[in-house]
């Protein structure tokens, strides 16, 4: 392999002891946070959470959602109760042919976000778009939540 023409050996090239201590430090928030709070997304093994805005405008709440590397027929987003989910799953890419893995960063497997919609959304007229990467959501406020101006009479 080439890091043995080096001379090198894998483990040096990303152990360096900076990195290991906030490795470290990492696995010990989430172990406060699971004893706390539960399992905290996206710490077990091949789990992942999307990162997300929501923002609400004045006729909608959005969420947009980023899926680098998800294949839209992989994505399932769904409304019941009051709460939307958000669930799929990024394929892992194989390594190539006489290649092997030195470093992963990049997690793949089955993923789930939920979000409480409040009372003003109206969950039948929820509409989802994809494209490069990104989902977005809008979910439209019932007509009764909209701000509505009121004329002032003179008496």
Do not use: C
Not at 6 to 34: C, H, M, Y
Not at 56 to 64: K, N, P, S, Y
Not at 73 to 90: K, P
């Amino acid at each position: 392999m080439l890091l043995e023409k080096w001379g090198g050996d894998r483990k040096s090239l990303f152990q360096d002891p900076v990195f290991a201590r906030l490795g470290e430090l990492s696995r010990k928030v989430n172990w406060i946070f699971e004893k706390s709070f539960g399992p905290v997304a996206g710490t077990g093994a091949g789990s992942w959470v999307p990162s997300a805005d929501v923002y609400e405008t004045e006729d909608a709440l959005v969420m947009v959602a980023e899926l680098p590397g998800v294949k839209q027929e992989d994505v399932r987003v769904t409304v019941l109760d009051g709460a939307l989910t958000l669930r799929g799953e990024r394929k892992e890419v194989p390594a190539g042919e006489g290649e092997a893995a030195l470093h992963r960063e990049r997690v793949a497997g089955p993923f789930v976000r939920h979000v409480l919609l409040p009372a003003f959304v109206d969950p039948a007229r929820i509409t989802a778009t994809y494209r490069d990467g990104v989902l977005t959501i809008r979910a439209p406020k019932k007509e009764a939540a909209k701000a509505r101006r009121i004329a002032v009479e003179v008496n």
